[in-house]
């Protein structure tokens, strides 16, 4: 089944001018859509009158035969601490991410990211995110994306780095040009989330540093939160907005 176009949600104020336009393109989790945590997240801000210039692009997955959902990828089991260890789990966690799946959604974002700027958006003012599932796709894009080097920043909530073993060889297969100025990173989780543990963050925050300056990452784990989103990190989200693509 092939995906639902985007729900595109316009800038509540225009912006100044035509380079003060700024896109966020901002990925749902597994299965999830485009009018689930990605409008509720877009119609906060914009209720509360934050950001109001801002352009929001929220894909949808297509559904997925063998996961039985919308899903970017095939997700495989996960470590998960609170759960007891049921027999075969270990290998289903070992088993290799899904990475024809991940690399199609990967590129699907860049295809996004030439659209908004030919649209008229300069690059430098557009940022690429996700939610759980979405964050994943987001990230291994941050990294190995073909135009990965022209966006401003990447915003990534309660998810973690698939390919981890394969970002090097990626990025090699992506050669990009180098960025005027490097972009930001937004990578954040909560201390309570029982589907993604918080060791998949301290993990993801440790391959990130292999690539990218400690100094453009933006991180926090927020005590007591779980797998959803929470009053301050939506405070710290809109002071990231504020610096990297300011009004």
């Not at 908004?116 to 557009?126: A, C, K, V, Y």
Request: net charge negative; with cysteine.
């Amino acid at each position: 089944m092939a995906a639902k176009p985007p729900y595109i949600m316009q800038p509540s104020v225009p912006a100044s001018s035509p380079d003060r336009s700024a896109t966020l393109i901002f990925l749902h989790g597994y299965g999830d859509d485009a009018e689930g945590i990605p409008l509720g997240l877009a119609q906060q801000f914009q209720f509360y009158n934050k950001a109001q210039y801002l352009k929001w692009v929220l894909p949808n997955a297509p559904h997925n035969h063998e996961a039985m959902t919308r899903a970017w990828y095939v997700p495989k089991a996960l470590p998960n601490s609170m759960k007891p260890r049921v027999p075969g789990q270990d290998e289903e966690q070992n088993a290799p991410d899904d990475e024809e799946g991940i690399l199609k959604s990967v590129a699907m974002v860049d295809e996004l990211i030439e659209e908004e700027i030919q649209s008229g958006t300069p690059p430098e003012r557009i940022l690429v995110g996700g939610f759980s599932q979405g964050c994943a796709v987001s990230m291994v894009w941050g990294l190995t994306g073909r135009l990965r080097n022209k966006i401003g920043g990447v915003v990534c909530l309660s998810g973690y780095l698939p390919l981890k073993d394969r970002i090097e060889a990626l990025r090699k297969d992506t050669p990009v040009e180098d960025a005027a100025t490097a972009k930001k990173w937004f990578y954040v989780h909560g201390s309570m989330d029982m589907l993604i543990p918080t060791k998949l963050f301290v993990q993801g925050n440790e391959e990130l540093v292999k690539w990218v300056d400690k100094d453009d990452i933006d991180g926090h784990l927020y005590p007591g939160m779980g797998h959803s989103t929470a009053a301050a990190e939506l405070r710290d989200l809109l002071a990231f907005f504020e610096k990297v693509i300011p009004a």
